[in-house]
């Protein structure tokens, strides 16, 4: 299986900050990295898709980059809404793993 | 506007067969763009892909669970479903149904737990 490793697991910070959590892949999954968002008691919603490809209806705060086995999200400008567990997930081979999470916390 | 039902037991036996099912409304399950799929999150931890399917049947599992997982489409119903055999305590988790493209969960339902236990 690839193994998909955020960091950091846990992060705080302010309203307005930028902010951005690492994944990083056991292999080479080119492209096929996908960023989750997930606020308490709801299931995950899509942000970021191929990497860097924003899901419709989301924010452009919101941006994704890397390739290969390194692979970034970044929020520009923290909103308030945006306080919640990031998770990524790679899709290029099956099981289709995700990351351990970051939880992104009010400072 | 396309959303994603679980239903089933909230309480499952240990060694018995837990059962759900995803209803979906909005999309035809038959579309040839989408699989359609269960991940799972037991509580206060990550997320796990359990598998796929195709409307036409191909399917993939999480080898983790293969030997005990089958994933089947109903398009009469718009349903699809998800088997786990010979449960135990670790199973016990919020399975999530998903609707996905090149397996990118692009739509989830809300979430189902289900408790092992006896």
């Known amino acids: 299986d690839i193994q998909m490793t955020q960091s950091p697991s846990s992060l705080s910070a302010s309203v307005g900050d930028r902010v951005t959590i690492t994944c990083r892949a056991s292999q080479s999954i080119f492209s096929y990295l996908n960023w989750y968002l997930q606020k308490p008691g709801k299931a995950p919603k899509l942000l970021i898709y191929?990497?860097?490809s924003l899901q419709s209806g989301v924010p452009s705060r919101f941006s994704g980059s890397g390739s290969g086995t390194d692979f970034t999200l970044t929020i520009s400008s923290l909103q308030p809404e945006d306080f919640a567990t990031y998770f990524c997930q790679q899709s290029y081979s099956p099981p289709y793993t995700f990351g351990q999470g970051t939880k992104l916390e009010i400072k | 506007q396309l959303q994603l039902q679980e239903s089933g037991p909230g309480l499952v036996r240990p060694s018995e067969t837990l059962s759900l099912i995803c209803t979906v409304s909005?999309?035809?399950?038959?579309?040839?763009?989408?699989?359609w799929g269960w991940i799972r999150q037991p509580p206060g931890k990550g997320l796990e892909w359990i598998g796929s399917?195709?409307?036409?049947?191909?399917?993939d599992y999480n080898p983790s669970l293969k030997s005990r997982v089958t994933i089947s489409v109903d398009t009469s119903k718009n349903q699809f479903s998800l088997n786990l055999s010979s449960v135990t305590a670790a199973d016990t988790a919020v399975y999530y149904c998903?609707?996905?493209?090149?397996?990118?969960?692009?739509?989830w339902g809300q979430g189902t737990l289900v408790i092992v236990s006896s």
């Open positions: 399917m195709f409307y036409s049947g191909s399917a």
């Open positions: 998903a609707r996905l493209y090149t397996r990118i969960a692009d739509y």
């Open positions: 909005g999309d035809s399950i038959s579309s040839n763009t989408y699989y």
């Open positions: 191929a990497a860097s």
